[in-house]
């Protein structure tokens, strides 16, 4: 089955990295979802918790500021200000 | 005589303890290079899709943002100067000193005012001490800077790029710091980053055609977003080599130094030898010139 090859990344450190099979996250106008196959997109992201849910595991959370999000080709990159320290089960 | 043995001792002494300064120095600042590379690695992720982002919608938006557009209405640049807070890095400091003033001399040849931001105590320090204006000064963390702090300058800087003529506006932003190509090179270099000019590397290649992306809520505001940030991070990113190549120079100037100190301390144990060698000689030609006379007398 076709994943998304997720990396999230914060102005000093790659917070997380991996393949999932789902992720979504706070756009400006509101929760945007990702699945597979998703049309390339770049959304402006606000404060809020991405939660992703990895391959063949449950959801994490991780609480981010502002930043952005560009999906194209499964490949989907999370950037943002600042995360918080810990990945934590959803 | 003895005096003479004396001074050299007590120089031995004391270049014997500038040593161990010296030798601590050196390692503390090979420590932290290694910490400080490692955040330049941990940093280039973010600016890496930072830098993508902004060019694919460059290539896919008609880019027309008052911060990639050039500013007619004044006179006034911005030179930014990244700089470190302590010395003992050998040249580090006065090098990129060198390299602003020569980048102000041009600008103010050019017929344009330039207002200083400057960040590290050594480059605040002598700016002030020539009483030359300073709009702003970061000084505390030139071997550790914060994403705050990059932030932080970023800010003040895009808020005077964006602030009308007649109250401090600036047209250009330059920045000059010292680049980090390895441990041994470091060399200090001017970029203008305002107003920015989105042509990041070479695009050409096929196979790395960036997709038509939809915009989210719209272009203008992906860019609103996306403009400011990839300032800071390059800003960021500035600072981290700059912080990089500050402790490269101090551990090369301190491993220097170390040396010196002990072909010093080699060349006064040479002389205080000399120096006891002759008391004792002069002794002895006393001792036995004094004998002789006794026996000569007698």
């Known amino acids: ?90 | 005589m003895a005096g003479q043995q004396r001074v050299y001792r007590q120089r031995i002494r004391s270049t014997q303890s500038l040593k161990k300064i010296f030798r601590a120095m050196e390692l503390m600042a090979a420590s932290r290079i290694s910490k400080a590379r490692d955040r330049v690695a941990a940093a280039s992720p973010y600016s890496q899709a930072i830098t993508r982002a902004v060019s694919a919608v460059a290539t896919h938006a008609e880019v027309d943002h008052p911060l990639t557009s050039e500013r007619t209405d004044t006179q006034r640049v911005a030179v930014l100067l990244v700089t470190s807070d302590r010395g003992m890095a050998g040249a580090y400091s006065a090098s990129v000193i060198r390299e602003g003033e020569r980048l102000i001399e041009q600008l103010t040849a050019e017929g344009k005012t330039v207002s200083l931001y400057v960040a590290g105590r050594r480059g605040v320090s002598y700016f002030t001490f020539r009483h030359r204006e300073i709009t702003r000064q970061w000084t505390g963390a030139s071997d550790a800077p914060e994403v705050e702090t990059a932030e932080e300058i970023a800010s003040t800087l895009l808020d005077a790029f964006l602030a009308d003529a007649d109250e401090g506006g600036v047209s250009e932003l330059h920045v000059v710091y010292t680049r980090f190509v390895n441990m041994v090179t470091q060399t200090p270099r001017v970029v203008r980053m305002l107003p920015l000019e989105v042509v990041e590397g070479e695009a050409s290649d096929a196979s790395e055609m960036l997709p038509l992306y939809e915009f989210e809520p719209s272009p203008e505001e992906v860019l609103d977003a996306l403009l400011p940030r990839y300032i800071s991070s390059r800003i960021y990113s500035c600072l981290l080599q700059a912080a990089a190549s500050e402790l490269a120079a101090r551990q090369r100037a301190m491993h220097t130094a170390t040396e010196n100190a002990e072909d010093l301390i080699r060349t006064f144990t040479r002389l205080a030898n000399q120096a006891r060698q002759a008391e004792i000689t002069q002794e002895i030609s006393e001792i036995v010139s004094g004998a002789d006379a006794l026996s000569a007398s007698s």
């Not at chain 1, 790659?14 to 992720?23: D, E, F, N, R």
């Not at chain 1, 449950?58 to 320290?85: K, M, N, P, Y």
């Open chain 1, 1 to 90: 089955m076709a994943h998304l090859e997720v990396d999230l990344v914060a102005a000093d450190r790659k917070v997380w990295s991996g393949a999932a099979s789902m992720l979504s996250a706070p756009a400006a106008e509101g929760e945007i979802g990702i699945l597979p196959g998703h049309a390339p997109v770049l959304a402006v992201l606000q404060p809020g918790p991405v939660r992703i849910t990895p391959v063949g595991e449950a959801a994490v959370r991780v609480a981010v500021g502002a930043g952005f999000l560009s999906v194209d080709h499964d490949q989907v990159t999370v950037v943002v200000d600042s995360a918080e320290g810990s990945v934590v089960q959803a």
